[in-house]
C-alpha cells in the first residue's frame, strides 16, 4: 500500500482535483438552468400508447416548471421537439429560458432517440420521394420510386409528414398511381410529439389552450405535425416556431391563417396560427433538405416556397418581417434571418430571443425579462468544461493504476529507438497520406453507411453509427494493407519482419517484441476500462443530482439504458480495432522527435504532429465544406459530389474534429506514458462508441 501511494500520489491528487472541478461546474450549472431555485426540474418517462395502436411506449423527457406553479394556474405551456441525432436537452436553451419568464416547458426524447423505447422506425415510410417541395411536384416528373433497407426509406421520407394527403403518406402503386392501403405506410411524423403534446396540456398548472411547439431540424417537421393534429381543438398551439426547416406548399383558412389543403379541393382542411420560420444564414442542409439548391442569401426570401409562407408578393417581402400580423386571429407569419449555421441555432441568442419574442405575442404573455436576457450559454460552457475534466478523470484513474503490481507492465517507457524516428519528408509524407484518405472517404463511406450499405438492422440499429461503422471498417482494410504488404514482402525476400514493439502491440524487451502481447493488451484494456467506468459514474451521479449529463450543444456523454449497451457492445469490436490500428500507424510507426521527452515541453513537441495524422483529413474536409460556405458560393461536399453527400454527416465536422482533437491529447498523453498503442486507444474507442450508441438515434429499439 506504501508502494502504491508513492506510485500514484500525483495522479490521485489530479483526480481529486477533476473531481472537485466537475461537482462544482455541475453545480453552478444547474443553478443556472434551474433559475438560482425559481424553476424545478423533473426528469422521467411518458406512459403512453403508440398512435391508432394498443403498444405501451415511454417517452423520455425532462420539465422545466416555475417552482411557485400549482394546480389551477393555468400558466402556460411550450413543447419543444429536437433534431436528428440530438435528445431533449439539445431544447434546454429555449426551455430554460421560458421557463425563467413563467412557462412551462417539457423538452422530449423523440421516436428512438435518448431514453425513449421505441425507435425511429415508428415514425413509417413508403416507397417513394418527391425531388421538389412538397406540394409542388408532378407526377412523372418528381414523383421517384424508392428502394433499400428501411433506414433509407425513412431517411428519404423525413420532409413527408403524416398529415399530408394520401398521394404521400401511403406506398403507390407505380402502375395505376393509386395507393396502397395494406403496404407501409407514415405513422406520425410527430416522433411522438403528438402524445407528449396531450400530456403537457393535461398537467394540472397548464393551461392547455395556451400552448405552443417549436422544433429544430428533423424537429420542425415534428412540430407542424403537432400543431396540424390539434388543428380545431380546444388545445391547438397558439403559435408554432420552426428552427432551420423546410415549407411545403399552403393555402389559407377562412380566417387568413396558414392552412393545408388534404384533400386537393382548394380549401383548408387544418390551419396553423401564427407561424414563424427560423432560418440560419449556413446551413449545411439547405441543399440536403430543401431541394432549391442555393444558398441561404437574403434574396432566398423571394423564392416561391417563402411567397406562398408569407402571403405576399416579391416586392413586399423580406425577413425579419411580420406580415398579416394579428396574433388573437393566428394570422401572424414571420421568417428570422439568423447569423449561425444549422446546428448551432439551438443556442443562438438571436433565435432564442425571436422565439420568446413571437411566443409571448402570441400567447398574450408579459414576461418580466427582456427576451435578451438569457442565461443559457453559461450553463452550457460549464457542463463543457465539466465533461473535459470527467475525460481528464479517466486518464488520470487510469495512471493511478500504475501503483498496483499487476497492472505495471502497462505502464512502459517508449522505446528509445532514434533509427525509428521519422523526421521532415519521411513523416509528413505518411501523415498527409493518411489526412488524404481520410478527407476522400469520409463523406462517401459514412453517409453510403448510415443510408444504403445493407447491414442487418436488428444488429446493427444506430443509424450515424452505421456510417462511422462502415468508414471504419474501410480504414481497417486500408491499414491492414499497409502492415502486411511490408510483410510477406519482407518475408519473400528473407530478411527480419517489422516486430511488434516497433508497431506499439508489444512491450520492448526480447521476451515479448516478437509476437502479439496479449497479457499486455489485456491489461491495457482493463486499465481502459476501469478509467472509463470512473468517468461513467461522474456521468450517472450528475444525472442523478443535477439533471445533467457530458455535453456542449452535441449529446456526447450519457448513461446507457440495456439496450444501448447492447449496442455498444455490438459497434465496440470495429471501434477498437479501428483505433489499435490507427495509433499504431500513427504513434509507433511514425515515431517523431519528442515522443520520450518527458515534460510539458516534451509533450506539445510531438503531439501537433500526432494530432494532425488524427484530424488532418477532417480539418481539410472542414476546409472543402465550409470556405465555399461561407462564401456564399454554397455546401463545399454539395457543391464538389452532388446534395446526396451533403447534409447529415458533413455537417458534423463541427461536432466531429474537435473530438478527435481531444482523443488526439489523450492517445498522445497516453502514448508517452505506456510507450504502446493499447490504453490510448482503448481509452478513445470507448469514448467514441460510447458516444455514438449512448445518445445517437436508433433505428429500432
Not at 435578451?372 to 473535459?388: C, G, H, P, Y
Not at 474501410?474 to 519473400?492: A, E, N, R, T, Y
Not at 520520450?596 to 488524427?614: L, R, S
Amino acid at each position: 500500500m506504501k508502494n502504491f501511494f508513492a506510485v500514484s500520489k500525483k495522479p490521485l491528487i489530479v483526480l481529486a482535483c477533476l473531481l472537485l472541478v466537475v461537482i462544482a461546474c455541475m453545480t453552478v450549472a444547474n443553478g443556472i438552468q434551474t433559475d438560482w431555485g425559481n424553476v424545478r426540474i423533473e426528469t422521467g418517462v411518458i406512459e403512453t400508447t403508440l398512435l391508432d395502436t394498443d403498444e405501451v411506449v415511454h417517452l423520455g423527457y425532462k420539465l422545466y416548471v416555475p417552482a411557485d406553479a400549482k394546480e389551477g394556474d393555468n400558466l402556460p405551456a411550450v413543447l419543444c421537439l429536437h433534431g436528428y441525432q440530438n435528445d431533449h436537452e439539445t431544447s434546454a436553451a429555449y426551455a430554460m429560458e421560458f421557463a425563467r419568464r413563467g412557462y412551462v416547458a417539457l423538452c422530449i426524447d423523440e421516436y428512438g432517440h435518448g431514453a425513449t423505447d421505441i425507435g425511429m422506425a415508428a415514425r413509417g415510410y413508403v416507397n417513394h420521394k418527391v425531388t421538389t417541395c412538397y406540394g409542388y411536384d408532378e407526377d412523372g416528373v418528381s414523383y421517384l420510386k424508392i428502394g433499400g433497407v428501411n433506414r433509407y426509406k425513412l431517411m428519404m421520407n423525413f420532409s413527408n409528414l403524416s398529415f399530408f394527403s394520401d398521394r404521400y403518406v401511403k406506398s403507390t402503386d407505380f402502375e395505376t398511381g393509386e395507393a396502397l392501403e395494406d403496404a407501409d405506410s407514415l405513422r406520425d411524423a410527430s416522433m411522438g410529439g403528438i402524445m407528449a403534446y396531450a400530456w403537457l396540456a393535461d398537467l394540472p398548472y397548464v393551461d392547455g389552450s395556451n400552448m405552443a411547439v417549436t422544433g429544430h431540424s428533423m424537429g420542425t417537421w415534428a412540430a407542424w405535425t403537432v400543431s396540424a393534429a390539434y388543428s380545431g381543438t380546444d388545445i391547438e398551439p397558439r403559435a408554432t416556431a420552426l428552427q432551420c426547416g423546410e415549407l411545403f406548399k399552403t393555402v389559407r383558412d377562412e380566417e387568413g391563417r396558414l392552412a393545408y389543403d388534404q384533400d386537393g379541393d382548394g380549401t383548408a382542411d387544418l390551419s396553423w396560427n401564427n407561424v414563424l420560420m427560423v432560418t440560419a444564414k449556413y446551413d449545411e442542409f439547405n441543399y440536403f433538405r430543401d431541394y432549391a439548391k442555393t444558398p441561404v442569401t437574403e434574396e432566398l426570401v423571394k423564392d416561391e416556397q417563402r411567397l406562398n409562407f408569407l402571403n405576399v408578393s416579391a416586392d413586399e417581402a423580406a425577413w425579419n418581417t411580420t406580415f398579416h400580423e394579428d396574433f388573437e386571429a393566428g394570422t401572424s407569419v414571420r421568417t428570422e434571418y439568423i447569423i449561425t449555421n444549422h446546428r448551432l441555432t439551438t443556442h443562438d441568442a438571436h433565435s432564442v430571443s425571436a422565439i420568446i419574442d413571437w411566443f409571448t405575442q402570441a400567447q398574450g404573455v408579459t414576461p418580466e425579462k427582456a427576451s435578451s436576457d438569457q442565461t443559457f450559454l453559461l450553463k452550457e460552457w460549464l457542463v463543457f468544461i465539466a465533461m473535459l475534466c470527467g475525460i481528464a478523470s479517466a486518464v488520470a484513474f487510469a495512471m493511478a493504476l500504475k501503483g498496483i503490481p499487476f497492472f505495471a507492465p502497462v505502464f512502459q517507457s517508449v522505446p528509445n529507438r532514434p533509427e525509428k524516428i521519422k523526421r521532415g519528408w519521411k513523416f509528413w509524407k505518411g501523415a498527409l497520406l493518411m489526412a488524404l484518405i481520410s478527407t476522400f472517404t469520409y463523406p462517401f463511406l459514412c453517409q453510403l453507411g448510415h443510408g444504403l450499405m445493407p447491414l442487418p438492422e436488428n444488429i446493427f440499429k444506430m443509424t450515424i453509427g452505421n456510417g462511422f461503422l462502415v468508414w471504419y471498417i474501410f480504414l481497417i482494410l486500408v491499414m491492414l494493407g499497409f502492415i502486411l504488404i511490408p510483410w510477406f514482402s519482407h518475408k519473400k525476400k528473407g530478411l527480419p519482419n517489422p516486430d511488434f514493439a516497433d508497431m506499439g502491440l508489444a512491450r520492448a524487451d526480447d521476451a515479448h517484441r516478437n509476437r502479439l502481447d496479449w497479457a499486455l493488451l489485456g491489461k491495457s484494456l482493463l486499465t481502459a476500462f476501469l478509467g472509463i467506468l470512473w468517468m461513467y459514474l461522474q456521468v450517472v451521479l450528475c444525472e442523478k443530482v443535477f439533471a445533467l449529463d457530458f455535453r456542449f450543444i452535441w449529446p456526447f456523454f450519457k448513461s446507457f439504458s440495456w439496450s444501448r449497451l447492447g449496442q455498444f457492445c455490438v459497434y465496440f469490436p470495429v471501434f477498437a480495432l479501428f483505433f489499435l490500428l490507427n495509433n499504431s500507424r500513427i504513434f509507433a510507426s511514425s515515431r517523431v522527435d519528442g515522443a520520450d521527452v518527458p515534460g510539458v515541453k516534451g509533450f506539445f513537441k510531438c503531439w501537433w504532429k500526432y494530432a494532425f495524422c488524427m484530424v488532418g483529413g477532417i480539418l481539410i474536409l472542414c476546409l472543402i465544406e465550409y470556405v465555399p460556405f461561407f462564401l456564399q458560393l454554397g455546401p463545399g461536399a454539395d457543391l464538389l459530389f452532388g446534395s446526396t453527400f451533403g447534409g447529415p454527416f458533413m455537417s458534423l465536422l463541427i461536432v466531429f474534429a474537435p473530438q478527435v482533437i481531444v482523443f488526439s491529447f489523450v492517445c498522445t498523453y497516453c502514448y508517452r506514458k505506456t510507450g504502446n498503442v493499447y490504453l490510448g486507444a482503448f481509452m478513445v474507442a470507448t469514448m467514441a462508441c460510447w458516444i455514438v450508441t449512448g445518445g445517437s438515434a436508433m433505428m429500432y429499439v
